[in-house]
């Protein structure tokens, strides 16, 4: 990446901003009206103040006849703070708006993906979806109505100074636009400081979350001294990182505040001298007034650029965040058109990801994924409930695409016909599965009862393949809540029978809520054993005409693993079943077997003698 | 109170940067008061001036130009001081929270409404985003604070000389406006600071569930449900914040609304005196000016309020998280382990909850050197075995001791130094395949690395990489397979200079063959130390082991 952004990659993420913004509607726009006007307003505020002291110090006016003007001026001041109040709740608004339909279509979309994620730094990506939307804020509540005033109100305020002297007027007109340029000079060395402190900061909180995911492990190996060391490292990396950038940021607002100064100074002095006469022309013939109300004019020509200096940052800030998502969606793997796509602030409501994707998949041609392809046909083919898988001239990629795991000519799974999977860990049997369920994407052809799975109503698709993984998805709720995940509508004997089936049964009886029994997010305060046979049960609730099972005894002891064996045989009789297993006694309840080895896919026979099957370990 | 708990040490060891970054600040804000001030003086005086000739010109020019470039420098300086302090303040502080967790490891497991760590998302998410949350505290927070006291000092000494009559109704809008609305604000807005922090835990919870869990939300076509659940807790943020935003927005009003009050009260006491020639054009002038000047100097006091709350809540979990007490206590004046290390259990039950039982009057002695294969049904307390080994936890009633010595009386180090513990789900540590090795064994030569990955079958596939033993492994262990990952934490685990060592279930997610192949070689790589295996794996691959342990259901001993 280089330090200095290329011009189309400024484009690129202006025209990010400006749909970001589109979804702001009317409060963005009362968001820069409002303060504008307040601005406006000043104008007068410091006429009328300019004027009162007019009146009272150079022609001696009593207090009592000016009491109005002092209380109108209040009132002025009064209604410009009301102004400003309305144009921050205003911000707030459209800001909170923003973030929220951003996030939304974020979370969709890593959802939605059939890329896998599993393997990423996932403390990153929800800091990204947490942490760095919240830094898109600052971006529409501050800098942007702050750029429309920097733009207009030294304008408008210089015309109005004309009016009085020509000569103040130019002072600010000359001063005012030398500003913008020497903070675009700076910013330019801001910001690439600024992206590479966000990477620091993306990257501090990876490694914290590494490492205090395996505090325990660290701690009994008495690496405590150490890597406490070493987050104090990259503490004092970030603060190097971050000094870097603020230094940078801070001479752009100094630069500010040296014409400000010299404003105000210039204007002091120029009016002031030619009160004394030294000045010859027209400033000796300006009234206190007209004097006074240059003067007070002369910093507030300056304030609404020092107004979006101050929130300078805050566009870099949102800049930095919207490159920080893309790169963290493309470091995901997700294809980085559909990850443009995702920060463009589209709800999930008015965007139907799968069928955008699937555009861009057709258009592309590279990749052939089912269940992208779906969206293009809605409510087409349904097959029959004793169908089986077909796969031909099937091609399966590890998701950087580097590493070909899978290639098959022809395999297919007849109906009704059961068979295990076998085959060394890593070999991609987990993947195989989940691009038979149309999960994942492949190169080549797969058909569910000779039913190109593409071509299917996807809902018809969910129904008739259950799949079940070896990392379950725990929502917080009840035991009778998360069995339900698998079937929304089953009723409670539903319930209980798929928990007897799965042996989860016994583990419900020892708990005195049963099915109420809370589940804690990711299945906490459930042992590895009973999550297994709470996922397990899902199965029982299901009814596919295909039924993959990844690992499907793993943490269960050799009784339990019998019992479930037993049940899930009586389940899968009349449907097809494909049992990815290391387990020997799993394999032996299958008629066959297929083991997945060097790239391809061979008959096994599942009692094969163990030494014989993989002796070598292969580059997994 | 935490917060200042908690950084007041801290604060304390800045103290130097932290003043300097103050000076400046005042003397920026001082010099911004009296450039406006005297401009408006000199301008009025001008005005005022017959005599052209008669003015002193040249004082007051040079003060202005004078003022004007100390300001600028001062604010500058004021800035990366300040800067710079609060950031090693972070720095310090990271490190700090980290080394008083690592005292409290293991933390004793609470239900979560107490507050109380629940889940690793949990515990990261406090981490970073709570002490990023009291980023620059002191800049936009304290530095304010200081600056506006010090601004309602300047106006009330200049206002007591030259205008006594608007002296006390201004300083008291000034300090309602210095104290009241930010003390109003940081009050108002606690609530909804907290709501919001708690929120973004939960979103970031949410994110890492859908990113692990994917899967079998897609397998089971409840995308939607997890949509449906963001969503709604998406929409509740969204309005917490909203609500947190509104408040600082309805103070910076109120401020507002005093600054006309201070202004009108000067002018109207300024006026009065002016006309009964208690005060020169001028110096109203120049009063009126300053005061604005000052109040300016107050409205950045809300900008760092508005992140009190927000800080204040950061600082009360991660306070309540350092306050988590250890789940062991450990004694005072420890006995050293002997050399022989036995291991004795005598009547030893332990329950995670009274309806959670996992080990009942289990009593058992495996002697020094001695391998060991431990199975049973899943839930029998294997695990919890290890665990009450370790003494990462006390049994709840009964003695588990080495060599003789009760572990309750041991240095825990001394424990951690002797046992070692390949755990059930052991992490692959971000970094390369060295570091990763080196957490067993710092000491470790590449010979022996070499060895030990040779020993786990996983020399083969390391030395294929292209940085070899300098190859990078991801979070999760991203160029790992599952099989790999485990194998990787394995030799870790043997490469310890432990005496004793336990496995639990080291061939999870490995082939048969591989399973075999392993669990074969395990008591030739003890060499001699005590090596317990937890394991599902089938009788017939564990007969390389010295004994083979069965505890059952209800986690007491079976006869195997």
């Given at each position: 990446m280089s330090?200095?952004?290329?011009?189309?990659?400024?484009?690129?993420?202006?025209?990010?901003?400006?749909?970001?913004?589109?979804?702001?509607?009317?409060?963005?726009?009362?968001?820069?009206?409002?303060?504008?006007?307040?601005?406006?307003?000043?104008?007068?505020?410091?006429?009328?103040?300019?004027?009162?002291?007019?009146?009272?110090?150079?022609?001696?006016?009593?207090?009592?006849?000016?009491?109005?003007?002092?209380?109108?001026?209040?009132?002025?001041?009064?209604?410009?703070?009301?102004?400003?109040?309305?144009?921050?709740?205003?911000?707030?608004?459209?800001?909170?708006?923003?973030?929220?339909?951003?996030?939304?279509?974020?979370?969709?979309?890593?959802?939605?993906?059939?890329?896998?994620?599993?393997?990423?730094?996932?403390?990153?990506?929800?800091?990204?979806?947490?942490?760095?939307?919240?830094?898109?804020?600052?971006?529409?509540t501050r800098f942007l109505p702050a750029t429309i005033q920097a733009a207009m109100l030294p304008l408008a305020f210089a015309v109005a100074v004309a009016q009085v002297d020509l000569w103040v007027a130019l002072l600010f007109l000359l001063t005012a636009p030398l500003i913008p340029i020497f903070m675009a000079l700076v910013g330019w060395g801001a910001e690439a400081a600024a992206r590479d402190q966000a990477e620091a900061l993306s990257r501090l909180s990876g490694h914290f979350a590494d490492r205090l995911r395996g505090i325990l492990t660290l701690k009994l190996f008495g690496c405590e001294l150490s890597e406490t060391e070493a987050v104090k490292a990259a503490g004092e990396d970030l603060r190097r990182r971050t000094l870097r950038v603020l230094r940078i940021a801070f001479l752009s607002s100094a630069v500010l505040e040296f014409f400000a100064a010299l404003g105000v100074a210039g204007v002091a002095l120029y009016v002031g001298l030619g009160y004394l006469g030294?000045?010859?022309?027209?400033?000796?013939?300006?009234?206190?007034?007209?004097?006074?109300?240059?003067?007070?004019?002369?910093?507030?020509?300056?304030?609404?650029?020092?107004?979006?200096?101050?929130?300078?940052?805050?566009?870099?800030?949102?800049?930095?965040?919207?490159?920080?998502?893309?790169?963290?969606?493309?470091?995901?793997?997700?294809?980085?058109?559909?990850?443009?796509?995702?920060?463009?602030?589209?709800?999930?409501?008015?965007?139907?990801?799968?069928?955008?994707?699937?555009?861009?998949?057709?258009?592309?041609?590279?990749?052939?994924?089912?269940?992208?392809?779906?969206?293009?046909?809605?409510g087409r083919a349904c097959p029959r409930q004793d169908s089986g898988l077909e796969i031909a001239a099937f091609t399966l990629w590890t998701p950087d695409r580097r590493r070909r795991l899978l290639q098959a000519p022809a395999w297919s799974l007849k109906p009704g016909s059961h068979a295990a999977l076998l085959g060394e860990s890593g070999i991609g049997k987990t993947s195989f599965l989940q691009a038979l369920a149309g999960l994942r994407a492949f190169e080549g052809e797969l058909r569910l009862g000779g039913v190109p799975v593409g071509g299917m109503d996807p809902a018809c698709l969910r129904r008739r393949i259950t799949l079940l993984n070896q990392r379950p998805f725990f929502l917080p709720g009840s035991v009778a809540d998360n069995l339900r995940f698998a079937a929304p509508e089953a009723s409670e004997g539903a319930l209980l029978d798929a928990a007897e089936k799965s042996g989860l049964l016994a583990d419900l009886a020892r708990l005195p809520r049963g099915l109420d029994t809370a589940v804690g997010p990711g299945g906490h305060g459930l042992s590895g054993g009973q999550a297994q046979r709470l996922a397990l049960a899902r199965v029982f609730l299901t009814d596919p005409a295909v039924l993959l099972l990844d690992e499907p005894?793993?943490?269960?002891?050799?009784?339990?693993?019998?019992?479930?064996?037993?049940?899930?045989?009586?389940?899968?009789r009349g449907r097809s079943l494909l049992v990815a297993t290391h387990s020997q006694a799993v394999a032996a309840c299958l008629p066959r077997a297929w083991r997945i080895c060097e790239g391809g896919l061979w008959p096994s026979i599942a009692s094969l003698p163990l030494g014989l099957a993989a002796k070598t370990e292969t580059a997994a | 109170m935490n917060l200042l708990v908690l950084l007041g040490p801290l604060y304390r060891q800045q103290a130097g940067r932290l003043m300097l970054a103050l000076m400046l600040g005042l003397v920026t804000l001082f010099a911004g008061v009296a450039?406006?001030?005297?401009?408006?003086?000199?301008?009025?005086?001008?005005?005022?001036?017959?005599?052209?000739?008669?003015?002193n010109l040249f004082g007051p020019s040079?003060?202005?130009?004078?003022?004007?470039?100390?300001?600028?420098?001062?604010?500058?300086?004021?800035?990366?001081?300040?800067?710079?302090?609060?950031?090693?303040?972070?720095?310090?502080?990271?490190?700090?929270?980290?080394?008083?967790?690592?005292?409290?490891?293991?933390?004793?497991?609470?239900?979560?409404?107490?507050?109380?760590?629940?889940?690793?998302?949990?515990?990261?998410?406090?981490?970073?985003?709570?002490?990023?949350?009291?980023?620059?505290?002191?800049?936009?927070?304290?530095?304010?604070?200081?600056?506006?006291?010090?601004?309602?000092?300047?106006?009330?000494?200049?206002?007591?000389?030259?205008?006594?009559?608007?002296?006390?109704?201004?300083?008291?809008?000034?300090?309602?406006?210095?104290?009241?609305?930010?003390?109003?604000?940081?009050?108002?807005?606690?609530?909804?600071?907290?709501?919001?922090?708690?929120?973004?835990a939960t979103m970031r919870g949410m994110v890492i569930e859908a990113v692990e869990s994917g899967d079998d939300l897609r397998a089971f076509d409840q995308t939607m449900l997890a949509q449906h659940r963001f969503e709604a807790l998406n929409l509740t943020l969204a309005k917490g914040r909203r609500r947190l935003a509104r408040t600082g927005a309805f103070a910076a009003f109120a401020l507002q609304a005093l600054t006309a009050a201070a202004l009108v009260c000067v002018?109207?006491?300024?006026?009065?005196?002016?006309?009964?020639?208690?005060?020169?054009?001028?110096?109203?002038?120049?009063?009126?000016?300053?005061?604005?000047?000052?109040?300016?100097?107050?409205?950045?006091?809300?900008?760092?309020?508005?992140?009190?709350?927000?800080?204040?809540?950061?600082?009360?979990?991660?306070?309540?998280?350092?306050?988590?007490?250890?789940?062991?206590?450990?004694?005072?004046?420890?006995?050293?382990?002997?050399?022989?290390?036995?291991?004795?259990?005598?009547?030893?039950s332990f329950a995670y909850a009274p309806d959670r039982p996992a080990l009942q009057a289990l009593s058992l002695k495996i002697a020094q050197g001695e391998t060991v294969a431990l199975t049973g049904p899943s839930g029998s307390g294997k695990s919890t075995l290890f665990q009450l080994l370790l003494r990462l936890r006390d049994p709840d009633s009964g003695t588990v001791s080495l060599g003789g010595i009760d572990l309750t009386w041991a240095d825990p180090e001394e424990i951690h130094a002797t046992v070692a513990l390949l755990e059930q789900d052991a992490p692959v540590f971000m970094g390369s395949i060295r570091d990763n090795l080196l957490i067993g064994n710092p000491h470790?030569?590449?010979?022996?690395?070499?060895?030990?990955?040779?020993?786990?079958?996983?020399?083969?596939?390391?030395?294929?990489?292209?940085?070899?033993?300098?190859?990078?492994?991801?979070?999760?262990?991203?160029?790992?397979?599952?099989?790999?990952?485990?194998?990787?934490?394995?030799?870790?685990?043997?490469?310890?200079?432990?005496?004793?060592?336990?496995?639990?279930?080291?061939?999870?997610?490995?082939?048969?063959?591989?399973?075999?192949?392993?669990?074969?070689?395990?008591?030739?790589?003890?060499?001699?130390?005590?090596?317990?295996?937890?394991?599902?794996?089938?009788?017939?691959?564990?007969?390389?082991?010295?004994?083979?342990?069965?505890?059952?259901?209800?986690?007491?001993?079976?006869?195997?």
């Open positions: 330090a200095i952004p290329s011009a189309t990659e400024r484009a690129a993420r202006r025209v990010e901003m400006r749909r970001l913004a589109r979804s702001g509607g009317f409060a963005l726009k009362a968001t820069i009206l409002l303060p504008l006007m307040a601005g406006l307003l000043l104008v007068i505020q410091a006429r009328l103040l300019a004027g009162l002291l007019d009146q009272a110090i150079a022609q001696d006016i009593p207090p009592a006849a000016l009491l109005t003007s002092v209380l109108g001026l209040g009132g002025l001041i009064l209604t410009r703070a009301a102004l400003g109040l309305a144009g921050e709740h205003a911000g707030v608004f459209a800001a909170e708006r923003i973030k929220a339909a951003l996030r939304a279509s974020l979370f969709s979309g890593l959802l939605r993906n059939d890329v896998r994620l599993s393997r990423q730094a996932s403390g990153a990506l929800a800091s990204v979806l947490v942490d760095q939307v919240d830094q898109l804020d600052g971006y529409f030294y000045l010859p022309g027209h400033a000796g013939s300006l009234t206190l007034a007209e004097g006074l109300f240059c003067l007070l004019m002369a910093p507030e020509v300056y304030q609404p650029l020092r107004l979006m200096a101050a929130h300078y940052h805050d566009k870099k800030a949102a800049e930095s965040a919207l490159s920080e998502i893309a790169m963290r969606i493309k470091a995901s793997g997700l294809d980085a058109r559909s990850g443009e796509r995702m920060i463009t602030g589209e709800t999930s409501s008015t965007l139907h990801p799968e069928r955008m994707m699937t555009r861009e998949a057709v258009a592309t041609g590279v990749m052939d994924t089912p269940a992208l392809r779906e969206g293009l046909a809605d005894t793993a943490h269960l002891d050799a009784e339990t693993e019998r019992r479930v064996m037993d049940a899930l045989l009586a389940f899968a | 450039l406006l001030g005297i401009s408006g003086w000199f301008l009025t005086a001008a005005a005022m001036t017959t005599a052209g000739l008669a003015f040079s003060l202005i130009r004078g003022l004007s470039l100390l300001r600028i420098l001062a604010r500058y300086g004021e800035k990366v001081a300040g800067h710079d302090a609060t950031l090693a303040l972070l720095s310090t502080l990271r490190s700090a929270v980290f080394t008083r967790l690592f005292a409290r490891i293991p933390l004793r497991q609470t239900a979560s409404a107490t507050g109380a760590p629940t889940s690793h998302a949990d515990l990261m998410s406090r981490l970073t985003a709570d002490i990023d949350q009291l980023d620059s505290l002191f800049v936009i927070g304290v530095s304010p604070l200081v600056n506006g006291a010090f601004a309602a000092l300047l106006l009330g000494t200049v206002l007591a000389l030259a205008l006594p009559t608007a002296l006390l109704p201004v300083l008291a809008l000034l300090s309602l406006g210095i104290f009241g609305v930010p003390l109003a604000l940081v009050l108002l807005a606690r609530g909804p600071a907290r709501q919001v922090v708690r929120h973004a002018l109207l006491n300024g006026l009065e005196a002016l006309s009964s020639d208690r005060l020169s054009g001028p110096v109203l002038v120049g009063l009126l000016l300053a005061t604005m000047a000052s109040f300016e100097a107050v409205s950045a006091i809300l900008r760092g309020v508005a992140r009190f709350g927000l800080a204040a809540a950061s600082a009360e979990r991660l306070a309540a998280l350092l306050e988590t007490p250890c789940a062991i206590e450990a004694e005072a004046h420890p006995v050293m382990l002997p050399p022989s290390l036995d291991i004795e259990l005598i009547d030893v470790a030569g590449d010979g022996a690395l070499w060895e030990m990955l040779d020993a786990v079958q996983l020399s083969a596939t390391i030395a294929a990489l292209p940085d070899r033993l300098d190859a990078f492994v991801g979070e999760t262990g991203s160029t790992l397979s599952a099989g790999q990952a485990r194998r990787l934490c394995l030799a870790r685990t043997l490469l310890s200079r432990a005496e004793i060592l336990l496995l639990d279930e080291p061939t999870a997610s490995l082939d048969p063959a591989l399973e075999e192949a392993i669990l074969f070689a395990l008591p030739r790589l003890a060499r001699g130390r005590t090596l317990i295996v937890a394991t599902h794996a089938p009788t017939s691959r564990l007969q390389g082991f010295d004994r083979h342990l069965r505890l059952s259901a209800k986690g007491g001993l079976e006869s195997a």
